[in-house]
């Protein structure tokens, strides 16, 4: 990938694993300079109990050939993003892209409604999925705005298409409203940034092989298809790295503006500006989800890679 993003600013807001990791290497071996957020470093881990740090994606940033600045911070403090945006300010005096992917994936309670949920555990996750991304716009946008082509990426889980067809009840009512959020979430902001030469979209990966799916299905990165022996719609999974050059394509292309507001997919656009996940192909997890497993039609995982 071609370094079209140097001299360019971005902010990653949940960078320490899965896609915002994905999303931070990309923008960083496109040039960029990368300031990724998140509560796990290594001398104090946070609640996720996972291994990931921040300063290791940084250093993944900057040895993909960007530079790669890791910042612990709550965004669900107000004053911690403010003081993070002034400190991107006095250090770059820009900011070109904004990415929010902050969700709490460990306050996941498989299958459970409403009334059998944890209360603590899901509204977390909404403070975590729409809270702290308008508390993280809300200063960041001052910023952004300054120079027009600006890029907000709203990250989530699903198309709007998806999210109006379909209530996947194995993640629950509080999952489904912040993924749902997503949308409106940069409808909002694409609505007002657009003045000032701005764009946001909210953007999906499909089936992730994020560190912590790897590890619930007991596989590897090198050996992941043996997890879809028993999960057909695994097959069509994809590597972090795929939604990452789907950011990337879109903070470079000129005419980003098409998109403004616009519910989008990897497997969308790698389609439409040509871009592959590392094993060459472009897996379309959400169209075999639709046509295939969720249908209860016919089709080769396969041949939606």
């Known amino acids: 990938m071609s370094r079209s993003l140097r001299g360019k600013v971005a902010l990653v807001a949940g960078a320490t694993r899965g896609a915002g990791r994905g999303i931070a290497v990309a923008l960083g071996t496109a040039g960029a300079t990368v300031y990724g957020t998140g509560r796990t470093t290594r001398a104090r881990p946070s609640d996720y109990g996972r291994p990931e740090t921040i300063e290791e994606t940084a250093e993944l940033v900057t040895r993909a050939g960007g530079e790669g600045i890791a910042v612990q911070v709550d965004h669900t403090v107000p004053e911690q993003v403010q003081e993070l945006v002034q400190r991107i300010d006095a250090e770059q005096g820009r900011l070109d892209v904004l990415v929010n992917d902050l969700g709490g994936e460990h306050l996941m309670e498989w299958k459970k409604p409403l009334w059998e949920a944890d209360l603590q555990k899901g509204l977390q996750r909404l403070r975590t999925g729409i809270e702290a991304h308008l508390i993280t716009s809300h200063f960041a946008l001052p910023l952004l705005i300054r120079r027009p082509g600006g890029l907000v990426v709203e990250l989530t889980d699903g198309t709007a ?63 992941w298809r043996d997890a879809a022996k028993d999960l057909p719609g695994f097959a069509v999974s994809e590597s972090p790295a795929f939604v990452g050059r789907a950011v990337v394509a879109l903070a470079t292309d000129p005419d980003v503006a098409r998109w403004n507001t616009r519910s989008l997919s990897s497997g969308q656009l790698a389609k439409e500006y040509g871009f592959t996940d590392i094993d060459g192909s472009q897996p379309d997890s959400w169209r075999y989800a639709l046509e295939v497993e969720w249908a209860g039609g016919e089709g080769d995982p396969n041949d939606y890679r």
Request: hydrophobic content about 40%; aromatic content about 10%.
């Open 161 to 223: 298409e998806v999210n109006r067809k379909y209530y996947r009840s194995w993640g629950g009512a509080f999952f489904d409203l912040a993924k749902v959020a997503a949308h409106r979430m940069a409808r909002a902001q694409g609505e007002e940034l657009a003045p000032h030469g701005c764009t946001a979209v909210s953007l999906t990966p499909g089936w992730l092989r994020s560190e912590m799916m790897l590890d619930e299905l007991g596989v590897t990165e090198d050996n």
